[in-house]
């Protein structure tokens, strides 16, 4: 099985400087996501806000685009696509067929087509959009605040100038990892796009006990944000193994080892296992359904 091969974010973003100075972006639909993206590249100076423009139904959410980062806002799905080099399609999944349709055969081949539309692959968006030059990315609610996990892949049909556009503006989100098959796109909506609702819930079943301990619950959830947040870049900036480290707050007989003790029996690893397992198998089902709607 071929491996995943990174980016080089690690390495200074690894994107050519002002590479997206001279490009335009259009972002089909402007909800939470296209403006996280949007906030992300302005913040990092990475484009003039004329040079983007961003379509959406409501003339209140069209102003507040407008107002608040200077950008262009349409009404038209057709109109934003004319007027970029790299099309974003920041949609919900359920209006995407829809949007293909209004779209398709409208890309020229300068083009690239980017979607964070989760389910979605690759086959059916080309053929949904009439379009070769197709980017698939799987980001992560953490996206909003910049510091999110965005993993991505491309056709063939994407040179090297759109594969660096694209890589630039992922890193608006936070990191960002290009895949060579898309099957680890459809990995990455199981682990990473929807790896923070573990850790919510793991979370809240923490402050949960510390209530149940006696904690304020404001109190017990203080703790319980800083524990996780250091433990995360502890493991980050040590590079050790998670056994390593989990090795290192177990002293033998202590109450590391007896609350280890209990999460295993109650058979915590395989219920996550479990967990990320379907949801896999229903990301890659509703890529399947996705595709029997776009052909239907």
Do not use: C
């Not at 979370?203 to 800083?226: C, K, N, S, T, Y």
Request: proline share 4%.
């Amino acid at each position: 099985m071929t491996e995943p091969r990174t980016s080089s974010r690690d390495a200074g973003n690894g994107t050519e400087p002002g590479i997206l100075a001279d490009a335009r972006l259009a972002f089909v639909g402007a909800g939470v996501m296209a403006e996280s993206m949007i906030a992300g590249l302005l913040a990092r100076g990475m484009i003039d806000p004329k040079r983007i423009v961003a379509s959406h139904p409501r003339e209140d959410r069209r102003k507040r685009l407008r107002e608040r980062f200077g950008i262009e806002a349409v009404e038209g799905n057709r109109d934003a696509v004319t007027r970029g080099d790299v099309v974003l399609l920041t949609v919900k999944p359920q209006v995407l067929t829809g949007v293909m349709r209004q779209l398709h055969g409208r890309l020229e081949p300068r083009q690239v087509a980017v979607s964070v539309v989760a389910g979605a692959g690759i086959d059916t968006l080309s053929r949904g959009l009439g379009h070769d030059a197709i980017v698939r990315v799987m980001p992560n609610t953490p996206a909003q605040i910049g510091q999110g996990m965005s993993v991505w892949t491309s056709t063939p049909d994407v040179d090297e100038t759109q594969r660096a556009r694209v890589k630039a503006a992922l890193g608006a989100l936070g990191e960002e990892l290009w895949v060579e098959e898309e099957k680890y796109v459809d990995m990455a909506t199981a682990l990473s796009g929807t790896g923070p609702t573990y850790v919510f819930l793991m979370m809240e079943a923490l402050i949960d006990a510390g209530v149940h301990m006696g904690f304020p619950r404001r109190i017990a959830e203080q703790i319980v944000l800083q524990t996780v947040a250091g433990s995360v870049a502890f493991a980050r900036d040590s590079g050790k193994h998670m056994a390593e480290l989990r090795n290192m707050v177990t002293s033998p007989g202590g109450t590391s080892a007896e609350a280890i003790y209990q999460m295993e029996k109650g058979g915590l690893r395989t219920v996550f296992s479990r967990a990320v397992y379907a949801a896999y198998q229903r990301t890659t089902s509703l890529g399947e359904e996705e595709a029997a709607k776009e052909r239907g």
